[in-house]
T-cell receptor, first 111, second 114 residues
Framework: LAKTTQPISMDSYEGQEVNITCSHN???????ITWYQQFPSQGPRFIIQ???TKVTNEVASLFIPADRKSSTLSLPRVSLSDTAVYYC????????????FGSGTKLNVKP | ETGVTQSPTHLIKTRGQQVTLRCSSQ?????VSWYQQALGQGPQFIFQ???????GRGNFPPRFSGLQFPNYSSELNVNALELDDSALYLC?????????????FGEGSRLTVL
C-alpha cells in the first residue's frame, strides 16, 4: 500500500481556500487516493476519492497530476467547523478496502 | 450518521484484564475493519473481517482477536490488557463488492487501562 506524507499542521482563516498536499511516491497502478476528515472523539469521515486528474463533490476537490506521485485536497471557503484532521490514504481495489492511516494534517481555521 | 454503532462508548479496565468491544455494521455491509487510535495519532489498522473470516491483520499481537457474525456484526477482544492499549477503538464497515474507498466509521469505544 502507498506510503503517504502530509504536513503535520496548517493554519487558515475563515473564507479562505485551503489546499492540503499529500506525497505518495510509491503509489501502485491500482491504488486510488482517498481523503478522510476526523473531528475529535469521532470516527473519520470520507471526503473524496480519485484516481487521476480532478474530482469534485459538494465539499471538496481533489487534484491528482499525471504522474500520480502527489495529490492536493482543496477546501473552498473554509469555516471554523472545518477545523479537523485530514488524512490522505492510498489503496486500491485489490485490498478489500483495507486502509492505512498516517498522522494526518491538523487544519486550524481561525476567525 | 453512518449507521455503524459501537458499544460501549467508554470503559475503564485494569492491567491484565480482558475486554470485548462490539460493533454493528451498516446494513448490507459485509466487511468490518477495526482500528486503534491513540491520542494524537492516526488510526492504526488492527484487522479486517470478511464473511466471518479474518482477511488481513496489521502489526498487532495475537492477544487482539475478533469475530464477525452472520449478521455482519463484529467483536474485538483484547486479552491481558496493557497500559498502552488505552485508546479509541474504531470499527468501520464497507461493502467490499462495491469499491468506493468509503469506510463507514462508528463513533468509537474509548478504552482506558489503569
Amino acid at each position: 500500500l502507498a506510503k503517504t506524507t502530509q504536513p503535520i499542521s496548517m493554519d487558515s482563516y475563515e473564507g479562505q481556500e485551503v489546499n492540503i498536499t499529500c506525497s505518495h511516491n510509491n503509489i501502485a497502478t491500482n491504488d486510488y487516493i482517498t481523503w478522510y476528515q476526523q473531528f475529535p472523539s469521532q470516527g473519520p469521515r470520507f471526503i473524496i476519492q480519485g484516481y487521476k486528474t480532478k474530482v469534485t463533490n459538494e465539499v471538496a476537490s481533489l487534484f491528482i497530476p499525471a504522474d500520480r506521485k502527489s495529490s492536493t485536497l482543496s477546501l473552498p471557503r473554509v469555516s471554523l467547523s472545518d477545523t479537523a484532521v485530514y488524512y490522505c490514504l492510498g489503496g486500491g481495489r485489490d485490498n478489500f478496502n483495507k486502509f492505512y492511516f498516517g498522522s494526518g494534517t491538523k487544519l486550524n481555521v481561525k476567525p | 450518521e453512518t449507521g455503524v454503532t459501537q458499544s460501549p462508548t467508554h470503559l475503564i479496565k485494569t492491567r491484565g484484564q480482558q475486554v470485548t468491544l462490539r460493533c454493528s455494521s451498516q446494513s448490507g455491509h459485509n466487511t468490518v475493519s477495526w482500528y486503534q487510535q491513540a491520542l494524537g495519532q492516526g488510526p492504526q489498522f488492527i484487522f479486517q473481517y470478511y464473511r466471518e473470516e479474518e482477511n488481513g491483520r496489521g502489526n498487532f499481537p495475537p492477544r487482539f482477536s475478533g469475530l464477525q457474525f452472520p449478521n455482519y456484526s463484529s467483536e474485538l477482544n483484547v486479552n491481558a490488557l496493557e497500559l498502552d492499549d488505552s485508546a479509541l477503538y474504531l470499527c468501520a464497515s464497507s461493502k467490499t463488492t462495491v469499491f468506493t474507498g468509503e469506510l463507514f466509521f462508528g463513533e468509537g469505544s474509548r478504552l482506558t487501562v489503569l
